[in-house]
């Protein structure tokens, strides 16, 4: 995941002053997947933790964003909000926005 914190980090360096208020709450929302990523492999159902298809998905999708392959990025996102909403619901939108921010600013 030091992909993800890249290129956040990459887009705080790059961000106008208007935008850092967003950067914030996507900062707040990564550091819960951190959290739920941490708890992963804990017994099957323990509350902030992410099933195995949803890190094997993040894996990909990391991979991805190592390689810009941008649609790539896409159908790891949609795969998730379609088939993992529950599961994904509090940190997926700061990592879309993460993206689009990471596309924005062209370093993906």
């Known amino acids: 995941m030091n992909v993800l914190r890249k290129k956040y980090h ?5 961000a106008p002053a208007s935008r850092m208020k967003e950067l914030e709450g996507i900062s707040n929302k990564i550091g819960g997947l ?6 992963s492999g804990a017994p099957e159902h ?7 298809p949803v890190v094997e998905a993040l894996i990909v999708l990391v991979n991805n964003l190592e390689s810009r392959n941008v ?8 795969f ?5 909403w ?9 990592l879309k926005r993460l993206v ?9």
């Not at 990459?10 to 790059?14: G, I, K, L, Y």
């Not at 529950?86 to 700061?94: H, I, L, N, R, T």
């Not at 689009?100 to 993906?108: D, E, G, Q, V």
């Open 34 to 39: 951190f959290v739920f990523l941490n708890n």
């Open 100 to 108: 689009r921010f990471a596309t924005a600013t062209a370093s993906l």
């Open 71 to 78: 649609p790539g990025v896409n159908s790891i996102l949609l």
């Open 10 to 14: 990459e887009a705080t360096q790059s």
């Open 86 to 94: 529950e599961e994904v619901s509090y940190w997926f939108p700061a």
């Open 46 to 52: 323990t509350e902030n933790s992410i099933t195995e």
């Open 80 to 84: 998730l909000s379609q088939t993992h």
